[in-house]
Nanobody, 128 residues
Framework: QVRVVESGGGLVQAGGSLRLSCAASGLTFSTYAMGWFRQAPGKEREFVAA????????YYANSVKGRFTISRDNAKNTVYLQMNSLKPEDTAVYYCAAATGGYPVVSGPRTSRLYDYWGQGTQVTVSS
C-alpha cells in the first residue's frame, strides 16, 4: 500500500522559514518524480515545485522561485521543500504527490493529473 505523508507545517511570521518533509512508502521512490502543490481557502490547488526522480531537474512556480527549494533523498524516500522569505499569500494546505508517468522535460510535471499518489496535506500559515 502506497503512503505519502507530509510534515513540517505550522505557523510562521512573514519573512520566516519552514521546511516541509514528505515521506513515501510502498513504492519504488527513486523512480518517481515528486511534486508539491498547495491550496488556499476558496482557491484551486496550484503547482508549487517538482523534482525529477534523479533530483537533477527541479521546477518551480514563478510565485515561489528564488524563495523555495525542493530537494530529495532517495535513500530516505523523502522529498523536502525549504521555504524562505515566506509571505502571507503562501498560506495554504501543502500537498506532496508522486508521479511515475512521463511529463514534459522542459516544463516539468506541473499539472495535478500527472500525479498518481497524494498525501493528506500539511497546513502552512504565514502571519503578517
Amino acid at each position: 500500500q502506497v503512503r505519502v505523508v507530509e510534515s513540517g507545517g505550522g505557523l510562521v511570521q512573514a519573512g520566516g522559514s519552514l521546511r516541509l518533509s514528505c515521506a513515501a512508502s510502498g513504492l519504488t521512490f527513486s523512480t518517481y518524480a515528486m511534486g508539491w502543490f498547495r491550496q488556499a481557502p476558496g482557491k484551486e490547488r496550484e503547482f508549487v515545485a517538482a523534482i525529477s526522480w534523479s533530483g537533477i531537474s527541479t521546477y518551480y512556480a514563478n510565485s515561489v522561485k528564488g524563495r523555495f527549494t525542493i530537494s530529495r533523498d532517495n535513500a530516505k524516500n523523502t522529498v523536502y521543500l525549504q521555504m524562505n522569505s515566506l509571505k502571507p499569500e503562501d498560506t495554504a494546505v501543502y500537498y506532496c504527490a508522486a508521479a511515475t508517468g512521463g511529463y514534459p522535460v522542459v516544463s516539468g510535471p506541473r499539472t495535478s493529473r500527472l500525479y498518481d499518489y497524494w498525501g493528506q496535506g500539511t497546513q502552512v500559515t504565514v502571519s503578517s
